[in-house]
């Protein structure tokens, strides 16, 4: 019935669920769009931020220097697999990566893939409200008193409560960043 481990653990989902949301971009250059990308180096395969240094070039491009100049091509060919729809071009010890302007359809898609990821923070939080109060039960009918129970109970809904409503805030921030032009 440990409340700040409660806390904690709503905290980390609202983490998993801005980090998921940093990847949908919104037409502009910014390096959490390809830091994921998964790349070829070494015989395995890594993160791009964990071979490359990512720079905002301007506005619609990144530029990725690698720290080891053979990655360049592994680099470029796991842009190209992302599916994201970026175009990435080699220059010298440099991959560009192009940013394509968001059409309105590609703009609603994003929102759609948005609300899916919204909905798997939602599911996240419900799964850790849910082992929470299965485990205040299992306290309650070791010996900790009903009042005590109770009240850990109302202080959790209260947690998921402003929890829920700060996931709210992130969907319409981020798809007002999606929708607008």
Same mark, same amino acid.
Not at 10 to 27: M, N, V, Y
Not at 103 to 121: A, C, L, Q, S
């Given at each position: 019935?440990?409340? %700040?481990?409660?806390?904690?653990?709503? =905290?980390?989902?609202?983490?998993?669920?801005? @980090? =998921?949301?940093?990847? *949908?971009?919104?037409?502009? @250059?910014?390096? $959490?769009?390809?830091? =994921?990308?998964?790349?070829?180096?070494?015989?395995?395969?890594?993160?791009?931020?964990?071979? @490359?240094?990512?720079? /905002?070039?301007?506005?619609?491009?990144? !530029?990725?220097?690698?720290?080891?100049?053979?990655?360049?091509?592994?680099?470029?060919?796991?842009?190209?697999?992302?599916?994201?729809?970026?175009?990435?071009?080699?220059?010298?010890?440099?991959?560009?990566?192009?940013?394509?302007? !968001? %059409?309105?359809?590609?703009?609603?898609?994003?929102?759609?893939?948005?609300?899916?990821?919204?909905?798997?923070?939602?599911?996240?939080?419900?799964?850790?409200?849910?082992?929470?109060?299965?485990?205040?039960?299992?306290? /309650?009918?070791?010996?900790?008193?009903?009042?005590?129970?109770?009240?850990?109970?109302?202080? @959790?809904?209260? *947690?998921?409560?402003?929890?829920?409503?700060?996931?709210? $805030? *992130?969907?319409?921030?981020?798809?007002?960043?999606?929708?607008?032009?």
């Amino acid at each position: 019935m440990d409340l %700040n481990e409660f806390q904690t653990n709503l =905290d980390k989902c609202i983490e998993k669920l801005q @980090a =998921d949301l940093s990847q *949908i971009h919104t037409g502009r @250059a910014t390096p $959490e769009l390809v830091e =994921d990308i998964k790349v070829n180096a070494y015989g395995g395969i890594s993160n791009m931020k964990s071979v @490359a240094n990512i720079s /905002v070039s301007d506005s619609r491009s990144l !530029l990725i220097q690698p720290w080891d100049k053979s990655l360049v091509e592994s680099i470029e060919k796991g842009v190209s697999a992302s599916n994201l729809g970026f175009q990435p071009s080699i220059e010298g010890d440099y991959v560009r990566v192009r940013i394509p302007e !968001l %059409n309105e359809e590609r703009r609603k898609e994003f929102v759609r893939v948005m609300k899916e990821k919204i909905e798997t923070g939602r599911i996240a939080v419900r799964n850790v409200r849910h082992e929470f109060m299965q485990n205040t039960e299992a306290m /309650v009918s070791s010996g900790v008193s009903q009042d005590e129970g109770k009240r850990a109970k109302e202080e @959790a809904e209260k *947690i998921v409560k402003k929890t829920n409503e700060r996931i709210e $805030e *992130i969907r319409e921030k981020k798809e007002s960043e999606l929708m607008t032009v």
